[in-house]
C-alpha cells in the first residue's frame, strides 16, 4: 500500500493510460478521483469515469467519479473544490485528458488545432494552476503530465499529427520549467512519455497498423506508481521514457 492515505486525480481516466494509472494509485491505497468527460458508453469507445471507479471500488479501493471537462474551467473549478471538500487535501494530480485529430498540416484547420491545444497544453495548464495551491499548503505533491515520444521523434509512426505533436513538445517545457519554480515547496512536476500503446484510443484511429509490439497502458500505471512514491524535492524535473523504468525497477 505504496499510496495509502494519498488522494490522487487522474484526468482523462475513462479508458486508456489514464484508466490504468488510476487503477494502479487505487490498487497502491490511493483514494481516486476519476476527472474525465465521458459519462455514457460510447458506440466507437468503450468506457466511462462511472466504469472506471466502479472496477476500482469492486476491488476494493476507493474512488470517485467526477464529470469534467478540462477545457470549461467552470467544471474544472468545481472537480477541485468537491475533491477538497471531500478530502480536504490533493497529494496527486496526473495530467492525462488529450484528445487528437491525426492530419497533414495542410490538411488540417485552425479548429483542429484550436481543439488539440485546448485540451492537450491548455488544460493541462489549467488544472494544474488549480491544483497547485492546496499542495503548496501541504508543503508537497507531485504533478504528473502525459507527453508522448513524438515530442522529440519526428520520424514517428505512425503519424500523430502535428498539432498533437507541438502540443506534447510545449508540456515538456511546462514540465520542467514548472518543476523549477515549485521545488522549493517540494513539489514535484515529472512527465512520462509513452511510445505507441494500446489504449482503445489509438487503436481505434489506427485499426490496421500492427499493434504486437505496442506498449500496454498498465506499464504505464506502474510507472505513474514509482513516480508518486519518489522524493518530491529530488525526483522532479524529468521526462521519462519506457527504457529508464526498465533501467530501475528490474
Not at 486525480?9 to 486508456?16: L, P
Not at 478521483?33 to 466502479?54: D, F, M, Y
Not at 488529450?98 to 488544472?127: E, H, M, Q, Y
Not at 512519455?193 to 489509438?202: H, I, Q, R, S
Request: glycine residues 8%; aromatic residues 6%; positive net charge.
Amino acid at each position: 500500500m505504496k499510496l495509502k492515505d494519498k488522494v490522487a486525480i487522474v484526468t482523462g481516466a475513462s479508458r486508456g493510460i489514464g484508466k490504468a494509472i488510476a487503477l494502479s494509485f487505487a490498487s497502491e491505497g490511493a483514494t481516486v478521483v476519476i476527472a474525465a468527460r465521458t459519462e455514457s458508453t460510447s458506440p466507437i469507445l468503450p468506457g466511462t469515469i462511472h466504469e472506471t471507479a466502479k472496477e476500482i471500488n469492486s476491488r476494493g479501493g476507493k474512488a470517485f467519479a467526477i464529470k469534467t471537462d478540462v477545457t470549461k474551467d467552470e467544471e474544472l473549478h468545481a472537480m477541485i473544490d468537491k475533491t477538497m471538500v471531500m478530502f480536504n487535501r490533493i497529494d496527486i494530480l496526473v495530467n492525462n485528458a488529450a484528445t487528437n485529430r491525426p492530419s497533414l498540416f495542410k490538411d488540417s484547420s485552425l479548429t483542429t488545432w484550436d481543439k488539440i491545444l485546448a485540451v492537450n497544453l491548455r488544460g493541462t495548464i489549467a488544472c494544474t494552476k488549480a491544483v497547485i495551491p492546496s499542495m503548496i499548503r501541504q508543503k508537497g505533491g507531485h504533478v504528473i503530465n502525459l507527453s508522448s515520444v513524438v515530442a522529440k521523434n519526428i520520424d514517428h509512426t505512425p503519424m500523430a499529427g502535428l498539432a498533437y505533436d507541438v502540443s506534447k513538445a510545449a508540456l515538456e517545457r511546462f514540465t520542467l520549467g514548472l518543476a523549477q519554480e515549485l521545488k522549493e515547496y517540494h513539489i514535484a512536476v515529472n512527465a512520462l512519455a509513452p511510445d505507441n500503446t494500446g489504449t482503445e484510443g489509438w487503436s481505434y484511429l489506427n485499426p490496421n497498423t500492427d499493434k504486437s509490439g505496442w506498449q500496454k497502458p498498465e506499464g504505464w500505471g506502474r510507472y505513474a506508481v514509482f513516480i508518486a512514491t519518489q522524493d518530491p524535492s529530488v525526483f522532479t524535473g524529468k521526462i521519462l521514457y519506457e527504457e529508464d523504468f526498465t533501467k530501475v525497477m528490474n
